[in-house]
């Protein structure tokens, strides 16, 4: 299943790539490729969430289901940002705005580990 994912997800990555090269704003430009790192970030820790639940190791990450949630958020939080850009509707600079849902996301994720390692 998340093979098929990964799959569907290239052709769209490189959409967003020639996206992020032909907007002459370079906010968008970084938001578009932390947009493709979050979906990149979000696939995987779904994917170790879904084997995780599937097949349960002792002292496995019991974790992943909120680390997978914090990755969606980030990635559906960068998709608005880059949305909003390209319709040229964002009321601020893509690029801070991206780079702000970055250190929240980061920030989070922090809290998450800390919290399923201690």
Known sequence: ???DLHVRWKPLRDELAILAASDP????AFAVRRL?????NNLHSAGYFVSDLL?????GRRDMHEI???DHRRAVALLEVVRHAVRGDLPDDAGE???TIDR???QEQE???NKASG
């Open 104 to 106: 929240e996301a980061e």
């Open 55 to 59: 097949n349960p190791l002792p002292g």
């Open 111 to 113: 809290v998450l580990v």
């Open 36 to 40: 493709v790192v979050a979906i990149h």
């Open 68 to 70: 997978s949630r914090a």
């Open 25 to 28: 704003d370079p906010g968008v």
């Open 97 to 99: 705005r991206a780079a």
């Open 1 to 3: 299943m998340f093979e």
